[in-house]
């Protein structure tokens, strides 16, 4: 890579380049990926720890679900200053990336019931709901 007169400013290892639509770049990392959970979770209503004294499991998953919850809000309000319309771009590409993933998950099993309910959402029309979002919701009812 040169800069504009000309002079050598980096080598690009070509091997480990990928192009992808913007669509897909603009997405939380997995780490990141949870049930959203709003409400800090109250350590004294879970009841005892286990007796390696870590976290029982409904704590360790409410407490992880609301830890990512506040990480996703950084990550974005950090990722809208470096990137013009990174949260716009995240929000409108979401249909696409949810159509991904129900084809990489609709081989049969519980990826095939969570792309059906998504999917009837879809057809039933009104506000959009994600593919995750949909199959909590019908998980819910």
């Known amino acids: 890579m040169v800069n504009s007169e000309g002079q050598l400013q980096a080598l690009l290892d070509w091997e480990c ?3 992808c639509p913007r ?5 939380f990392p997995q780490f990141l990926i949870s049930q959203p959970r709003e409400e800090k979770p109250d350590l004294d209503m879970y009841g005892e720890y286990e007796e390696d004294g870590s976290l029982n499991e409904v704590l360790n998953q409410h407490v992880t679900g609301y830890e990512c919850t506040q990480l996703r809000r950084v990550f974005a309000d950090n990722m809208d200053n ?10 409108s590409g979401q249909p696409k990336r949810d159509f991904e993933e129900s084809i990489d998950n609709c081989d ?8 059906e309910v998504w999917l009837n959402r879809f057809e039933e029309g009104g506000e959009y709901v994600d593919l995750r979002r949909a199959w909590r919701l019908h998980m819910s009812m």
């Open 17 to 19: 380049v990928s192009t």
């Open 23 to 27: 669509w897909k770049t603009h997405q």
């Open 82 to 91: 470096l990137v013009k319309g990174w949260s716009s771009e995240l929000e």
């Open 108 to 115: 049969g099993g519980f990826g095939t019931q969570n792309v």
